[in-house]
């Protein structure tokens, strides 16, 4: 009886992987489509051919479907970075960045619609908005962590803090792309912009005239890139 059973509740938790899979690749495309605004749970099962009551039962609310994409998104990122030839911890932080413009580039309909809602800014659920945003602020902490063993910053850095202010500077930059004001590539010189000005106070003697070398490099190009992105 057992040796029954056990295939059937394993065929039962495949199916239900399944749904949820096609649940939060509906939402992915949806947002797209549609936006934060007007994405709903209805339409998501629509799109991903089940009922309503299949989305609440697997996932118990919209946010949460929204959290298990965007923690999907952040597992993708963060492997493209893992993979990236950077020469060390402190490069590793700029890859990053290039990094996710490049994404921004290839999907933006999808990171603009994850980033802007009418009703309420960046996410009208604050369930995803944490999701989101916690998740990030983890994976920059841990990157300032690793620069700081690497000796690169020096030993007495807060990385927590750190970790918050490069998410607040990035979450700046990234809200005048999201509205059109700056283009991506704008976006990237501003954001390691603004990382490069960061660390470079809390670079160690060895890294600081690497840091203070590429605010230049980068400063000489902000002021011709503040245009309306095409």
């Given at each position: 009886m057992l040796t029954t059973a056990a295939p059937q509740a394993s065929r039962r938790e495949q199916a239900k992987s399944e749904r949820?899979?096609?649940?939060?690749?509906?939402?992915h495309d949806l947002l797209r489509e549609v936006g934060m605004d007007e994405l709903t749970v209805k339409l998501v099962a629509e799109r991903a051919d089940v009922s309503p009551a299949t989305v609440y039962n697997l996932f118990g609310t919209k946010g949460a479907v929204l959290a298990r994409m965007f923690e999907l998104d952040l597992l993708g990122f963060q492997k493209l970075v893992d993979d990236a030839p950077s020469e060390n911890a402190l490069q590793r932080i700029?890859?990053?960045v290039a990094i996710a413009a490049d994404l921004y580039r290839q999907d933006p309909d999808f990171y603009r619609a994850t980033m802007w809602s009418r009703s309420s800014g960046p996410e009208?659920?604050?369930e995803a908005a944490l999701a989101m945003r916690e998740p990030r602020t983890r994976f920059w902490t841990a990157m300032v962590e690793q620069?700081?063993?690497?000796?690169?910053?020096r030993p007495k850095t807060d990385p927590t803090v750190l970790g918050v202010l490069m998410i607040?500077?990035?979450a700046g930059v990234?809200?005048?792309?999201?509205?059109?004001?700056i283009s991506v590539d704008q976006l990237e010189r501003e954001t390691s912009f603004g990382f490069a000005v960061l660390l470079t106070h809390y670079a160690t003697r060895e890294a600081v005239a690497g840091l203070r070398a590429r605010v230049t490099a980068l400063e000489e190009h902000l002021s011709s890139g503040r245009r309306r992105a095409r």
């Amino acid at each position: 009886m057992l040796t029954t059973a056990a295939p059937q509740a394993s065929r039962r938790e495949q199916a239900k992987s399944e749904r949820r899979a096609r649940i939060v690749d509906a939402t992915h495309d949806l947002l797209r489509e549609v936006g934060m605004d007007e994405l709903t749970v209805k339409l998501v099962a629509e799109r991903a051919d089940v009922s309503p009551a299949t989305v609440y039962n697997l996932f118990g609310t919209k946010g949460a479907v929204l959290a298990r994409m965007f923690e999907l998104d952040l597992l993708g990122f963060q492997k493209l970075v893992d993979d990236a030839p950077s020469e060390n911890a402190l490069q590793r932080i700029f890859d990053a960045v290039a990094i996710a413009a490049d994404l921004y580039r290839q999907d933006p309909d999808f990171y603009r619609a994850t980033m802007w809602s009418r009703s309420s800014g960046p996410e009208e659920d604050g369930e995803a908005a944490l999701a989101m945003r916690e998740p990030r602020t983890r994976f920059w902490t841990a990157m300032v962590e690793q620069a700081i063993s690497e000796g690169y910053l020096r030993p007495k850095t807060d990385p927590t803090v750190l970790g918050v202010l490069m998410i607040q500077i990035a979450a700046g930059v990234l809200s005048d792309w999201v509205l059109k004001i700056i283009s991506v590539d704008q976006l990237e010189r501003e954001t390691s912009f603004g990382f490069a000005v960061l660390l470079t106070h809390y670079a160690t003697r060895e890294a600081v005239a690497g840091l203070r070398a590429r605010v230049t490099a980068l400063e000489e190009h902000l002021s011709s890139g503040r245009r309306r992105a095409r």
